[in-house]
């Protein structure tokens, strides 16, 4: 199979990452539990646009930052070891140094990469999955998730307290290791 994978959120903590970069920034102390939303605008006082804006500032450090959520690295590995095909799929701006930091976080954190399987500033991850031909997708964003299942990319949540509330009946995970059975029932 091939497997489409979002980065933030799905394989990394980058939420938590955050979080912490800008309460250091901004002399806060939010605490990660209470950030709700999938952006931080709210949680900090920002506008959108003063959201997008630190961001954009903040953003090598936040992506250079994190852990891998628990046995994401683990069950990619194994699954590319079994023949699957692991293609990251990551809405991050193709910009030279977001790229490297992007490259450089996946090798460090053992993660099945090649350089061919990683594609940036996928805005519409829908769009690049039918072109790649992935047979299931993993993702924890609503605005992507509504994409790929309007698309019919056949999509797994990937739990998080800013999607619990998805109204689409999608499967989801909360530990990577749920990801074997699925895949056990697709192939």
Not at 13 to 26: G, I, P, W
Not at 166 to 178: C, F, G, S, T, V
Request: glycine content about 4%; overall charge neutral.
């Amino acid at each position: 199979m091939k497997i489409g994978v979002d980065i933030d959120g799905t394989i990394k903590d980058t939420h938590r990452a955050a979080v912490e970069v800008y309460n250091k920034e901004l002399n806060q102390s939010v605490r990660v539990e209470d950030v709700t939303d999938f952006y931080l605008d709210q949680a900090y006082g920002l506008t959108k646009q003063e959201g997008r804006r630190l961001w954009r500032k903040l953003e090598e450090e936040i992506y250079s930052l994190g852990v891998p959520l628990p046995h994401a690295a683990e069950v990619l590995n194994e699954l590319e070891k079994r023949g699957h095909e692991i293609y990251f799929i990551t809405a991050r701006p193709g910009l030279k140094n977001i790229a490297k930091v992007t490259r450089e976080w996946l090798k460090k954190h053992h993660f099945p990469y090649r350089d061919s399987h990683l594609i940036m500033d996928a805005q519409n991850k829908a769009k690049v999955a039918k072109r790649i031909g992935i047979d299931l997708f993993f993702e924890d964003a609503p605005f992507h998730l509504d994409k790929l299942v309007e698309q019919h990319v056949p999509t797994v949540i990937v739990d998080a307290v800013y999607n619990r509330d998805y109204p689409h009946p999608l499967r989801r995970i909360k530990d990577w290791r749920e990801v074997y059975d699925i895949i056990n029932e697709k192939s």
